[in-house]
């Protein structure tokens, strides 16, 4: 099981930025996505965004525009660069890896995310 290391949250006020990084403990060699995913209080977890080692990325539309998704595959390292943040960005967020052959899908810890209004 690869480990995911999440960094990078913390409280901010609304408007502000925060970046979240997030490392794999190995080298990941097969086509995979890494991804964020995000879980406010009484809500179900949601995809915020996610990259394929190819580079190509999705976004929920709740976040276009504000958020940036990147990934450093020499390093197994995946970012998610959050600008113009809102109250409702308030949630723990999570660092996924999806691997398809055999599937396997690997989750952070969380980190914690406040926005305050």
């Known amino acids: 099981q690869v480990q995911l290391v999440e960094s990078g949250g913390g409280l901010v006020q609304a408007g502000g930025s925060l970046r979240l990084s997030c490392a794999a403990s190995e080298i990941i060699f097969s086509i995979n996505i890494m991804g964020w995913y995000r879980r406010a209080p009484g809500k179900q977890r949601e995809l915020v965004a996610s990259i394929n080692n190819a580079g190509t990325t999705n976004y929920a539309d709740s976040v276009k525009g504000r958020f940036t998704i990147s990934r450093d595959n020499a390093k197994n390292t995946v970012s998610l660069q959050m600008g113009s943040l809102k109250p409702e960005d308030t949630a723990t967020y999570y660092c996924?890896?999806?691997?398809?052959?055999?599937?396997?899908?690997?989750w952070g810890q969380g980190t914690q995310v406040t926005v305050s209004s």
């Open positions: 996924n890896l999806k691997r398809f052959s055999p599937y396997r899908d690997d």
